[in-house]
């Protein structure tokens, strides 16, 4: 596996690859990678006859006050992740070398982002759509693999591809659980061991929501004051949101007919996690 770290290079070693025929699985990350990435960068491994691993700390997509210059890195561990999980090649290209000078277009898709962390984040989305688009524009993959866990992101980049017209086929992979059943995230990693503990309320409180649903309950109302309840008796947690969302439109919806996205992003301490299901009858 090759580590390379400009845009004329990769677009060099893609070209080669495109001549011999070699269909091309892209997994675009932010580093520090987890067990999570490593399904990414496996099932494209299975799908393709090369795979890409971008590690890019995208600073656009970060609001002022949040966690850009202190966002974990470790090249040589994820170096020996995408190795191991079958990658050929990780892009990891500076800051100066995606942005050389300040952008002046932007890619933006609309309504999807304005509730959950559209909402709670301005400009985020905006931010990933063009890192995104700036990232397919110079790789050319033929699949790319997100993750479920950032179901909206997911959600915004379908669109974006649908819209736009990219010739790339866009492949959701499912949550990463720790045993104990939180998110996998390049975030836990901030958790003192207490607050560790305490983000298992996370899942446990979508895990409550999913016996209601299972009981019958249809009200969305209800359910999202049944987790709300659930998450503040855990003194550490505090909520950002919890939404319950058509799965396609992503727009709140106030009985459970069509399956739904049930959502919730929740501090521990000074951490945002966020955490999802998604629930069809
Ligand atoms: O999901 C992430 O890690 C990022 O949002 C992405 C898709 C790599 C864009 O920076």
């Known amino acids: 596996m090759r580590v390379i770290c400009t845009i004329s290079e990769i677009r060099e070693i893609i070209r080669e690859w495109k001549k011999e025929g070699f ?63 079958g990658a050929h090649i990780m892009f990891v290209p500076s800051a100066d070398e995606m942005y050389p000078t300040t952008p002046l277009t932007f890619v933006n898709v609309n309504i999807l982002t304005e ?8 400009g ?19 699949r790319a693999y997100f993750g479920e866990k950032d179901a909206q992101q997911l959600a915004v980049i379908r669109q974006m591809v649908k819209d736009l ?50 009981e019958g309950e249809k009200n969305t109302e209800k359910i999202i004051e049944s987790i709300k309840s659930f998450i503040i008796s855990e003194p550490l947690a505090k909520i950002d949101y919890v939404q319950i969302v058509d799965s396609e439109t992503l727009k709140s919806v106030d009985k459970i007919e069509k399956p739904v ?16 299901f998604t629930w069809s009858n």
Do not use: W
Request: hydrophobic share 35%; with cysteine.
């Open 23 to 85: 269909s091309v699985g892209f997994v675009p990350t932010m580093g520090y990678l987890h067990e999570g990435h490593k399904s990414l960068i496996e099932k494209a491994s299975s799908e393709n006859q090369r795979v890409v691993v971008s590690t890019f700390v995208n600073p656009t997509q970060f609001g002022a006050n949040e966690d850009l210059n202190k966002y974990p890195r470790d090249l040589e561990r994820d170096t020996n992740l995408c190795e191991k999980a």
């Open 115 to 122: 509730g959950l962390c559209g909402e709670k984040r301005p």
């Open 124 to 142: 985020h989305f905006q931010g990933v759509c063009s890192v995104v688009t700036k990232l397919f524009n110079i790789i050319t993959p033929n």
């Open 165 to 214: 017209n990219m010739d790339v086929k866009i492949i959701g992979c499912p949550i990463i659980r720790e045993n104990d059943g939180l998110a996998k995230s390049s975030r836990n990693t901030y958790l003192s061991d207490e607050e560790r503990k305490a983000a298992l309320i996370l899942n446990k409180s979508l895990k409550h929501a999913n016996e209601l649903l299972l």
């Open 261 to 276: 996205l049930i959502a919730i992003a929740v501090f521990i301490g000074k951490t945002r996690l966020i955490d999802n």
